[in-house]
């Protein structure tokens, strides 16, 4: 069985419009870093309480939110914990650590 053309159509431009808004976000995570070669991860670090502290150890992922609206670099550990806890996605190497 195959989808309709329609269908099938109207799926891959959504995931296409997926794709291109994942790229404009990572865009956005690397312009965080300007002048940096390598991302530092984003992640709030554990001695973090009343304000944020960033865990800063050389980005290896790229992780989008759990409500996708955002792309953060993250060391491995960090991007382990938030894929496995928090519902974060992984995206893929930063290329850089
Ligand atoms: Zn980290």
Do not use: W
């Amino acid at each position: 069985m195959s989808l309709p053309k329609p269908v099938f159509d109207a799926i891959v431009k959504e995931q296409n419009a997926a794709a291109d808004a994942i790229r404009e976000l990572i865009s956005a995570a690397r312009a965080r870093h300007p002048g940096r070669k390598s991302p530092l991860c984003e992640e709030a670090a554990p001695q973090s309480r009343t304000y944020y502290i960033p865990c800063a150890a050389p980005a290896a992922r790229f992780v989008l939110s759990e409500r996708g609206r955002v792309v953060y670099a993250m060391c491995q550990p960090c991007a382990d914990h938030n894929v496995r806890n928090r519902g974060c996605q992984d995206l893929g190497p930063t290329g850089a650590a």
